[in-house]
């Protein structure tokens, strides 16, 4: 999984990976499924991520 990471230009800071990158669809992917019903403008591109510390209390969880 680092060298995946790496090679790709992921840095991990302050942290360990919680989840596969891999679990998740592939942007251009789900987009071809949307094409004729969005026109689009700008393809995001993630560049951080945040998750909480072990403290935060989240007041809008369920």
Same mark, same amino acid.
Do not use: I
């Given at each position: 999984?680092? =060298?995946? +990471?790496? $090679? !790709?230009? *992921? *840095? +991990? &800071?302050?942290? /360990? @990976?919680? $989840?596969?990158? &891999? =679990?998740? !669809?592939? +942007?251009?992917? #789900? +987009? =071809?499924?949307?094409?004729?019903? #969005?026109? @689009? *403008?700008?393809?995001? !591109?993630?560049? %951080? %991520? ?5 403290? $935060? #209390? /989240?007041?809008?969880?369920?």
């Amino acid at each position: 999984m680092d =060298a995946w +990471l790496r $090679e !790709r230009g *992921v *840095v +991990l &800071m302050g942290a /360990d @990976l919680d $989840e596969s990158p &891999m =679990a998740y !669809r592939r +942007l251009p992917d #789900v +987009l =071809a499924e949307h094409a004729g019903t #969005v026109q @689009l *403008v700008h393809t995001p !591109r993630p560049f %951080v %991520v945040v998750m909480a510390g072990a403290n $935060e #209390v /989240d007041p809008f969880k369920d």
